[in-house]
């Protein structure tokens, strides 16, 4: 009888190992926790990054070039044909000089028609600089084809606030992101440029992949420009499609604290600089009144500064307790921010990785789920956030 | 060969089973998240509580009684022979009144001893109230043998900030916290009180568990009140032992802002009101300089005010993840903070519960480690946060 029961067990350990591997398990006293792993250094401020395959991608390096990278050979090749009205006051006025290049992101076919799309700080001889979004092809480490979707214009000789966030929707449309370009509120016009729907600054903008405009867009009032899709935002360079609720989340900056997480609407005004969560840095400014009525209130917003950026949805399996939740890293506290939530509703806000804080710009997720992030340093990294297993007894 | 395998696998699963009841298992696919439920009800501004048993525990009511609850039976006994010169101002001042009835502590022995702690706002008739900790005999639902153990006076007529928070360290020693009592800082001495030494009021104080004073407290200077252990602190209502590195925490009510959470340190001096996180409430006053090389730093503080209050290790195994987590929860914006922790390194803060905010005075876990939350409400509850498996796919 002990001889079997002794088989038995052993068996059933042998056995248990198999279901795991169809349906793994984790014993109750070991738990998973994030650690940082640097997968890749010498990154010039990357902004940026879309997945090739899972160990290629494309990255933006805001104050450097277009680049390949290899994660296995450890090589960066520089895309050749970059488009040469990229301003070139990148890095060289002064730290806070937010001119350079933004994101980039593939076509959903990019496979069958190599085509991506990226914007970045453009320039205008004698006019000065704006936010400008192209589709291109892209192949051999070179683009062609280069195609305006956007060009915010005026020019200004401002360097400040271009927004440059880009995503693709659920409905197959292109959302770009336009800050409104200015520093000081005092500056405003009458109508304040985020609230002007003839100027494409402070705005969010959709377009179909091909750069025709849909449609189906909102209609917003005599002489609006048709790409607008929703006003009022100060400067965005974070947006998002969550996948489980198909809505697109943005982050948006705002001056002494003002920092705003929102869901986007078709024709939302979020209220920039008549209404804000913060301060306005001009103390002297007097916005015009707005119906508050017609304002669509922020998902969330932060005490205290910190800069938010690049979001992204959390999908993959590594963390399970993750799954679906929304990241967002800050620039100014290097915050990297965890948001669980119920569709769209927020659970739970967690602040991670409060003992190695480093100023982030993108979280970003690898095709097969691999959670990263890109740290906003000359030389920047790419940080795997990797799951440890570790006894918890 | 095909029936064998079926038998084999049927077989597995069953020894499965019987290996998760040895070393339980959780799926990946199944993840844990926290609900809260309403254990029980009726209790009067419940400031703390102390388990008797898994289902019986002894309650500290702000502005009613010290009781005992029976959670299986629902019913609340309220103990007999408090002592009376238990301040008449409860709740009948206003809201922010402070006086009342705080921290409910067992002796180590308790169950030889009978012996319990518990503080309050006692007064003494035409000169006000102040901060009373006393030990008594617990039998029968009443109470004798009420021997004070600190009385910190001066008694005076203000309402606020008494502390009333007791811990027992790893040592074996009580340490009770006292408020500096003021609402205003210009209407400090020369020497601010919680600076003053001499004065019993915003310090942490540690005493034998018979009421003697240690031997090897910290000395303090001359004529200072020897069971004083740490100086320099605003209001403390909540303090912890941490059970793996045996260091105590505790959280300190800021003025605007400045909300901080410590660890306790032999004659530390955390700096109030010469040195905040936050601000001065009386614009105009100075405190005099001190030296902030002498001065032991918060390890956590809040960029917007929370109100921390009754903090608790958590120990249990229903929420693998958040073993030897810190909870505290805050009054003002009805928060349920979780810190995780590596010794005292805070490695990540999440504040919960966001879409079901409550003001909560106490984090607290039963004899078997379920964790609880005492609503500070007229009709306050006892809230069991549960887990709840739930499908992640």
Redesign the interface.
Known sequence: MARVMRY??L??????L??NQN???????????PEKEVIFEGLNRPWSIAFLSEDEALVTEKNGDLVRIDLLKQTKNRIKGFPNDLTDSIGTIHVGDNSGIYEVLLHPDFGQNQTIYFSYAAKKPGKGKTTKFVSAKFKNDSLSDITPILIAEPFTEINYHYGGGMAIGEDGKLYLTVGERLFWEHDEPEIPIAQDVTDPRGKIHRFNLDGSIPEDNPKLGPNSIPSIYAIGIRNTQGIALQPNTNRIWFTEHGTIQGDELNILKAGGNYGWPNVTTGKLRSKDYKPPKLDRAELTNPTWFW??TVAPTGLCFYTG?EF??W??NLFIPGLSRGSLW?FQLEGD???????????SRVRSRKVAQSPEGKLYLLTDLENGQLVRIIPKSIS?N
């Open positions: 038995s067990v068996f059933g350990l042998t056995l248990c198999a279901c349906k793994p398990s984790i014993e109750v006293n070991k738990v998973i926790f005490h205290h399996s399970p307790y799954k679906n965890r509703t927020i659970k739970s806000v967690e602040e991670l990785f409060l003992d918890n």
